[in-house]
């Protein structure tokens, strides 16, 4: 059987696509994966197949009606009767929907956030109803359907008379004793050898990490290191210099997956801060948190459900009790004081569960549904 699926950005540094299609290549399956070139060209360096969709149009609503547009007769071109489509998000599911009913081929889909609901849509009402409308066509039409948090399944489960799989945004188990190749990567200067707070993703509204740079004016002995790219970036920077915060914060730029697991480990404390704007936030459980799991290091919590459950049902860190810099200085402080090793009795234990070995036998299940 041959998998074909897609997604709106960058092949090369999406992580969850990755897992899921090594573990379907492991399964058996032929895979292709479909992406766009989008700000940049990805390399293309999988084990797998992949193929990029040109773009002409980089943002707005002209990037989603192109990408679908070409992905469309993409599609309709690679599509045999041994094919099973695999879409990602509500913003490229239409075509695979429609070749699903044109070549009566089965359809699976993986939605990696309530689309609907994402914080870049509350001020553009009109592009909010358009896919509010999409999700309310397609979604109950979808029989093979997982998601990545228990918030989104059962909001899916609510909205939609629907009962998604939930198969969790976790990575690969880092195993230690591995011979690993090396990776250069210049690291900011840190003569004093200061503890490490470590941001990771993109950098865009709602993530605390404005908040976190305001709370760096009364911190001591600690660099926040930031690092991904995003549209809050400039203005973030701004902010830095605005603080004179310029030696002790630093923005690491996007780095690779593979080079980025290689940093992660020297973070004293990780962050996911995000803010409860929108049900796509509240319910959020972002790659990161299991990042900084695999990689030992304690994490400073937001207090939204989903991650706030995690932190404190395997013992990994602190969560907020909200978003105001005084109150994160403080938490921070008190992580710092304690130091991440009396944390690491709990990650460790924490790293066995919350892996991706665990979770792709969940997409193995599903995908075999299909074959009988």
């Known amino acids: 059987m041959k998998i074909l699926s897609a997604v709106l950005n960058n092949i090369e540094t999406d992580q969850r696509l990755d897992k899921v299609c090594n573990s379907l290549l492991k399964f058996g399956y032929d895979v292709e994966l479909i992406g766009a070139t989008l700000y940049s060209k990805p390399v293309l360096n999988k084990l797998y197949a992949t193929h990029l969709i040109e773009m002409r149009n980089q943002s707005t609503m002209k990037k989603y009606i192109e990408f679908n547009f070409k992905l469309f007769f993409t599609l309709l071109k690679k599509a045999d009767k041994k094919t099973i489509l695999l879409a ?43 896919w509010k409308i999409l999700e309310k066509f397609l979604l109950p039409k979808i029989k093979y359907f997982y998601t990545v948090s228990d918030g989104y399944a059962n909001w899916f489960k609510k909205e939609y008379n629907v009962n998604p799989s939930v198969i969790r945004n976790v990575p690969n188990r880092i195993k230690f004793n591995e011979n690993q190749d090396f990776i250069f ?57 605005d603080l004179n915060l310029t030696d002790r914060i630093h923005f690491l730029g996007n780095i690779p997956p593979k080079t980025l697991k290689t940093i992660t480990p020297l973070a004293e404390v990780g962050m996911s801060l995000e803010e409860d704007l929108g049900l796509s936030y509240r319910y959020a459980l972002p790659n990161k948190l299991f990042d900084f799991v695999q990689a030992k290091a304690p994490v400073l919590a937001t207090n939204l459900p989903e991650i706030k459950q995690t932190v404190l049902d395997y013992k990994i860190g602190k969560v907020i009790d909200n978003h105001t810099p005084q109150h994160l200085a403080i938490k921070l402080q008190e992580m710092l004081a304690e130091g991440k090793i009396s944390y690491q009795e709990n990650l460790a234990i924490a790293a066995k569960e919350l ?18």
């Not at 660099?223 to 701004?238: H, L, S, V």
């Open 185 to 241: 990567f210049q690291l900011p200067e840190n003569p004093n050898n200061e503890k490490i707070l470590l941001y990771q993703g993109a950098i865009s509204l709602s993530r605390g990490i404005d908040k976190m740079i305001e709370a760096f004016t009364s911190i001591n002995n600690c660099q926040f290191w930031i690092a991904g790219d995003g549209p809050k970036k400039q203005e973030y920077e701004q902010l830095v210099k």
């Open 88 to 130: 990602n998000d509500l913003d490229s599911l239409l075509p695979f929907y429609l070749i699903s009913k044109i070549k009566k081929l089965p359809l699976v889909f993986d939605s990696h956030e309530i689309y609907s609901e994402l914080p870049s849509l509350h001020d553009r009402p009109k592009t909010k109803k358009v």
């Open 355 to 372: 892996c991706w070995e665990n979770e792709e036998m969940k997409l193995k299940a599903i995908f075999e549904q299909i074959k009988k």
